[in-house]
């Protein structure tokens, strides 16, 4: 029953919240550079806005793929969320990820074609660190499981400080966000104009925002995932951890320029593997020495 | 009926402008004016732009151009001819070259007149181009549930 509220709650609520992630992100961002900036509602304006436009496709499949890229991101969240296995959770959101990928290169317009190549790049990159967290939890607690995890004795974080910050560091590809918003962003780039969301208009476009929504709650319920012990008061602190997280995301996107997709790549791995790996090695001796 | 002038989103298009006006414009993004605490972005995708803005006459190799970037754009849709060369052609009127203003191609709504026009000015001209987006969009609504109740 619990499973069934928590689900229901992720549909209705993670537009929500999402939503209101990306108002508070942009006030924090205009209030950074000295600006007033737009008011906190203004991401469902712009939705609510597009939602009401003439509708321009360039081929009839492009919003058959969105509405996919959709619901296989609203299932990875009803999965994790659900509590079930996180490993799945994961591979479903690649799948989606290669929606978007399709439904983008399927326009065959030249700069939604870069952002879908630099899009396939950023997986790349973050694919590892995902990968690896999923053992981290797996090492830590014995279960791929999420309701199971979330009930570990003290926080997962304890045994996986480094499957974190290679998580974290991950997150700002995933989030679209500088220095590793190559394949598209949410500021104007003249050089590939919007990248991967350049043939998509009106409600195309308004269906990719509402995706990002319901993905960043699940990225963030990832984050809290590394907090969340049995004790009800880690929920208050994973809170916590998953605002703080947040904030640095927007401190980095507004401090850094973009990189180079090299750089991308090679930053993200060296990460992966000295934070992520060196924590995996490091958890495997502990746990042979216990044996 | 929702509000939708909260969120328009600019296409900025210089044509042959001297670039003092298109400084103009991306003054009006700076801190000191902000024109985002009103929604406005500066989108560079004419399909996700609301409100074009062009900058500059026309000339004989950017017209079609000018047609194009209009034709992408999804309706309601609003034009503001930013400065006095894209008003009327202003001192290039007479070059071999140049057509004239942005309305020999294309139907402009709003003429913002200065050479470089201010940044208080662009940005009364794209409140006025708001306030005619919003009557554009409930037109837009209307025209769209009557076709479904001819469809039904």
Redesign the interface.
């Known amino acids: 029953m619990n499973m069934f509220i928590r689900i229901i709650a992720y549909i209705l609520l993670a537009p929500i919240v999402g939503g209101l992630l990306e108002g508070i992100d942009?006030k924090i961002s205009?209030r950074m550079?000295?600006?007033?900036?737009?008011?906190i509602l203004?991401p469902f304006?712009?939705v609510?806005?597009l939602f009401?436009?003439?509708?321009?496709s360039v081929t009839t499949g492009q919003s058959f793929l969105l509405i996919t890229y959709l619901i296989l991101m609203i299932v990875t969240g009803i999965m994790f969320y659900g509590g079930t296995d996180i490993l799945m959770c994961f591979f479903v959101m690649s799948t989606a990820a290669t929606f978007l990928y399709f439904a983008s290169v399927v326009s065959s317009s030249p700069y939604a074609t870069i952002g879908s190549h630099r899009e396939l790049i950023q997986m790349m990159s973050y694919e590892p660190a995902v990968l690896l967290a999923c053992v981290g939890f797996y090492l830590a607690t014995g279960t791929f499981n999420v309701s199971e995890i979330a009930q570990s004795q003290i926080s997962n974080i304890a045994y996986l400080p480094g499957f974190f910050v290679a998580f974290v560091f991950i997150l700002t590809i995933k989030m679209r966000k500088s220095p590793f918003d190559t394949s598209t962003s949410h500021h104007?780039?003249?050089e590939l104009?919007?990248g991967i969301?350049?043939?998509?208009?009106?409600q195309n476009?308004a269906i990719f925002q509402i995706t990002e929504w319901y993905e960043n709650v699940f990225l963030m319920g990832v984050i809290g995932l590394f907090i969340v012990n049995s004790n009800p008061i880690s929920i208050a602190v994973a809170v916590a951890v998953v605002l703080v997280t947040y904030f640095l995301e927007i401190l980095i996107d507004n401090t850094s320029a973009r990189v180079k997709y090299e750089l991308m790549l090679k930053m993200s791995w060296m990460v992966t593997l000295f934070s992520a790996g060196v924590n995996l090695l490091v958890l495997m001796l502990v746990q042979r020495g216990g044996a | 009926m929702?509000?939708?002038k909260?969120?328009p989103?600019l296409l900025h298009y210089d044509g042959s402008s001297c670039n003092g006006c298109d400084i103009e414009v991306l003054a009006c993004l700076t801190?000191v004016y902000?024109a985002?605490?009103?929604?406005v972005?500066?989108?560079?995708?004419p399909?996700?732009a609301?409100i074009l803005l062009i900058t500059g006459g026309i000339n004989t190799q950017n017209q079609e151009v000018v047609k194009q970037l209009y034709d992408?754009m999804?309706?309601?849709k609003v034009v503001c001819a930013v400065g006095v060369c894209a008003c009327t052609g202003g001192v290039f009127k007479d070059c071999y070259n140049i057509l004239g203003g942005a309305d020999t191609v294309i139907p402009v709504d709003i003429y913002v007149p200065g050479c470089a026009a201010r940044p208080q000015a662009i940005i009364d001209g794209i409140v006025q181009a708001v306030e005619l987006f919003q009557k554009r969009?409930e037109e837009?609504?209307a025209l769209v549930k009557n076709k479904g109740k001819e469809a039904s």
Do not use: C
Request: charged share 30%; aromatic share 6%.
């Open positions: 942009r205009a550079q000295r600006r007033v900036g737009p008011p203004q304006y712009d609510i806005k009401k436009k003439q509708v321009i104007m780039h003249q104009v919007k969301t350049t043939e998509m208009g009106a476009l | 929702a509000n939708i909260r969120s989103w801190p902000d985002e605490r009103f929604g972005m500066n989108t560079g995708d399909m996700q609301d992408q999804p309706r309601p969009s837009h609504d």
